[in-house]
T-cell receptor, first 119, second 113 residues
Framework: GAVVSQHPSWVICKSGTSVKIECRSL??????MFWYRQFPKQSLMLMAT?????????EQGVEKDKFLINHASLTLSTLTVTSAHPEDSSFYIC???????????????FGDGTRLSIL | DQQVKQNSPSLSVQEGRISILNCDYT??????FLWYKKYPAEGPTFLIS?????DKNEDGRFTVFLNKSAKHLSLHIVPSQPGDSAVYFC????????????FGSGTRLSIRP
């Protein structure tokens, strides 16, 4: 089945640094990928839609300059948390859908997530 | 405004019995509904889906029922097994391949011996 790889799985860094998270579709191409954030015991909240070759679409309340998204190829999207602070600590998850397959048969597939801890 | 609601934050079921997880939605434009299973510190794993043109979809022990008039769907797991213990998320989307998925708040299912 479709596999989405996310890296790193866990990162701890000091406040003020920037952290880049990669999301790759390993065996399919995706013009659209999605970035979610999950706080403990809460649902997955969509942060932004990553569009290959164009600007990302951000959800209301998500700071574009804080969470930079780049989707440079059909298999890779990156999320950069700039000048991270403790309140940015969370679980970040990406997802993608195989653009070549029928929508009805192809749900979004998720990466295993990245746990970000800002000290 | 919560477009997808899972009103039961937790559910405990005895092994071998049926687990029924419920989900309600408010947006009548949703055309595609999904259930995901999630373990801590992992991404959600797709379980089963249903399109709005159907009212039932079955895959092994998992069956999803959709009642469009009531804007309600449910996931039935039978028989329930210890490995089914996880958080289950209901989700809804439009038809487009670029459609966003809206998740419910999840239900933690615990299967007891």
């Amino acid at each position: 089945g479709a596999v989405v790889s996310q890296h790193p799985s866990w990162v701890i860094c000091k406040s003020g640094t920037s952290v880049k998270i990669e999301c790759r579709s390993l065996d399919f191409q995706a013009t659209t990928m999605f970035w979610y954030r999950q706080f403990p015991k809460q649902s997955l909240m969509l942060m932004a839609t990553s569009n290959e070759g164009s600007k990302a679409t951000y959800e209301q309340g998500v700071e574009k300059d804080k969470f930079l998204i780049n989707h440079a190829s059909l298999t890779l999207s990156t999320l950069t948390v700039t000048s991270a602070h403790p309140e940015d600590s969370s679980f970040y998850i990406c997802s993608a859908r195989d653009q070549a397959l029928s929508f009805l048969n192809q749900p979004q597939h998720f990466g295993d997530g990245t746990r970000l801890s800002i000290l | 405004d919560q477009q997808v609601k899972q009103n039961s934050p937790s559910l405990s079921v005895q092994e071998g019995r049926i687990s029924i997880l419920n989900c309600d939605y408010t947006n009548s434009m949703f055309d595609y509904f999904l259930w995901y299973k999630k373990y801590p510190a992992e991404g959600p794993t797709f379980l089963i889906s249903i399109s709005s043109i159907k009212d039932k979809n079955e895959d092994g022990r998992f069956t999803v029922f959709l009642n469009k008039s009531a804007k309600h769907l449910s996931l039935h797991i039978v028989p329930s097994q210890p490995g089914d213990s996880a958080v289950y998320f209901c989700a809804a989307s439009g038809y487009s391949s670029a459609s966003k998925i809206i998740f419910g708040s999840g239900t933690r299912l615990s299967i007891r011996p």
